[in-house]
């Protein structure tokens, strides 16, 4: 698992540990769209940002990283549900911030945890997206996700809604994805915009 937490290099997207030079700026970064946080089961609204941190922070099952474009702060991503035994984790408690949604960056990014994770010896990558999401559905599918099922009511979110969540994985041997084969084949698509890729998932 050490190395599955060490800094992460893609197609013009980094990602590093969270440590505490970073809380500023991301609770900043976070405060850029108040009105996304309804649709994630967690809030990293000004109000409920170092609380809700914390509490990913202390999680031993979890690492959670900040992201750049280039060299500009784009947001945040985690490893979640992290089970070495089963070789199984999560990618998810996504944010991006929203000048950056719509650029083709969370291809890169999710290509970047996904090369990480199964390098990492992991075979099974889970997402779990909100039902009411079908924006960050829609970009899953993309992105070579397999949808499995719907798990009813498989969460309270911190607005009090009673979450139905869509599963979706991608396995080792189904990787390398699309998005993938685009680079290894010279199509460039650091520049394609989609109007559903996601806008960050919990």
Not at 13 to 19: E, I, V
Not at 59 to 85: C, Q
Not at 88 to 93: H, K, N, Y
């Amino acid at each position: 698992m050490s190395e599955l937490g060490q800094p992460m290099q893609g197609d013009g997207c980094s990602a590093l540990p969270f440590a505490e030079d970073y809380r500023a700026r991301l609770k900043a970064a976070c405060a850029e769209d108040p009105d996304i946080w309804p649709i994630y089961s967690i809030s990293f609204d000004p109000d409920h940002f170092d609380q809700s941190l914390d509490g990913w922070l202390a999680k031993p099952d979890m690492r959670v990283f900040v992201l750049f474009d280039g060299n500009e702060f784009a947001g945040m991503s985690s490893f979640l549900g992290i089970d070495e035994e089963r070789g199984v984790l999560e990618i998810g408690g996504t944010y991006y911030r929203p000048h950056l949604r719509g650029t083709g960056f969370n291809r890169r990014v999710k290509d970047m945890m996904l090369r990480r994770a199964f390098d990492s010896g992991f075979r099974r990558a889970e997402f779990r997206v909100d039902s009411r999401n079908k924006r960050s559905q829609a970009a899953m599918a993309k992105l070579g996700g397999v949808c499995e099922a719907i798990i009813r009511a498989e969460r309270i979110t911190w607005t009090g809604h009673i979450r139905d969540t869509v599963l979706f994985s991608i396995h080792r041997e189904e990787w390398p994805t699309a998005t993938s084969l685009r680079r290894r084949v010279g199509l460039d698509f650091s520049s394609y915009r989609d109007a559903n890729e996601d806008r960050g998932e919990p």
